[in-house]
């Protein structure tokens, strides 16, 4: 089973931009998509972008306009491309694999976004 690893979490200030990525151990293509969630302190883990083997994109009202997912098949990497960051998206970020609109496999080690006003 491919395992992701997520990275590219930090601080930055509101407005500012960061780019998580999801590396893969295998072949990013033999998943069927790629869901970016997101667990803030004291709430629930929310689905907040995904993308699909055939690239298409979706993505939570929150983050819609701000947040960019693409895939990289020959790096097998999944990137989540955030910009116009603000506070409300401090959270611990993670990346799992998906099939049939279900989270699939297990939760791997998530990244922190920190966003300051």
């Known amino acids: 089973q491919v395992q992701l690893v997520v990275s590219g979490g930090g601080l930055v200030q509101a407005g500012g931009s960061l780019r998580l990525s999801c590396a893969a151990s295998?072949?990013?293509?033999?998943?069927?998509?790629v869901g970016w969630y997101r667990q803030a302190p004291g709430k629930q883990r929310e689905l907040v972008a995904a993308i699909t083997s055939g690239n298409s994109t979706g993505y939570a009202d929150s983050v819609k306009g701000r947040f960019t997912a693409s895939r990289d098949n020959a790096k097998n990497t999944v990137y989540l491309q955030m910009n116009s960051l603000k506070p409300e998206d401090t959270a611990v970020y993670y990346c799992r694999p998906r099939g049939g609109g279900f989270e699939v496999g297990s939760w791997g080690q998530g990244t922190q976004v920190t966003v300051s006003s």
């Open positions: 295998g072949s990013i293509s033999s998943i069927d998509a």
